[in-house]
């Protein structure tokens, strides 16, 4: 858990990022949720890419929820393309 905390503090401040691979890194659901609140002041990233990891239900869409809650149109963000983040 304390590593995804680190990259979310990494995404949350980073205005150049454009693109994502956490591909098999163990992310579970507290994780993601983690990474989804980082995600919320990030502009930049345009595609995230999260496969083969064990990700729950509950976390997946407590994290479309969380994304989904915050004004996307004031970035890039807003076309963001995420590969395999469901089950």
């Known amino acids: 858990m304390q590593g ?3 990259v979310g503090d990494l995404v949350a401040g980073n205005e150049v990022l ?3 691979s956490l591909v098999s890194n ?4 507290e994780g993601l949720l983690a990474l989804g609140a980082a995600l ?10 999260l496969e083969r990891n064990p990700l ?3 976390a997946v869409a ?12 004031r970035g890039p963000t807003s ?3 995420f590969v395999n983040i469901g089950i």
């Not at 919320?40 to 890419?49: A, D, Q, Y």
């Open 62 to 73: 407590s994290f479309w929820q969380l994304l989904a809650s915050v004004d996307l149109q």
């Open 26 to 29: 163990g992310i579970k659901g």
């Open 18 to 20: 454009a693109f994502l």
């Open 79 to 81: 076309d963001v393309e």
């Open 40 to 49: 919320r002041h990030n502009r930049s990233i345009v595609k995230l890419s």
């Open 4 to 6: 995804i905390k680190a």
């Open 56 to 58: 729950e239900r509950e």
